[in-house]
């Protein structure tokens, strides 16, 4: 069974999430800067596509109106429906507005 979760990040009052992808025992994490989490909320409450270069320089995140594809440096790319990514950080952010 395959889940997909926002949460706050590890370290308490720091800004930005976790993007957490679950699948059977199999656990990927990604963080996202309060910088690039507010970026991705932008492009999905407008309902665009965008690149979103990371700050390391070498990830990025694809915003397109079915799939949105995360390219993480030494990691095989994560997907997840662009619309449940969008549900997720408007339900996340809500409950988190300072993230």
């Known amino acids: 069974m395959s889940e997909f979760q926002v949460d706050t990040p590890y370290i308490p009052n720091e800004k930005g999430c976790r993007l957490i992808w679950r699948h059977d025992d ?12 507010t970026e991705l909320n ?10 979103i ?10 915003i397109n109106s079915d799939i949105t594809e995360f390219f993480m440096a030494h990691m095989k ?5 662009t619309k449940t990514l969008k549900d997720k950080i408007s ?5 988190n507005p300072n993230a």
């Open 77 to 81: 790319p994560l997907e997840i429906q």
């Open 42 to 51: 932008d492009v999905l409450s407008h309902n665009s596509t965008s690149k």
């Open 53 to 62: 270069e990371l700050e390391d320089g070498v990830s990025s995140i694809m």
């Open 26 to 37: 199999d656990e990927k994490i990604i963080y996202l800067r309060h910088e690039d989490l």
């Open 91 to 95: 339900e996340f952010l809500a409950k």
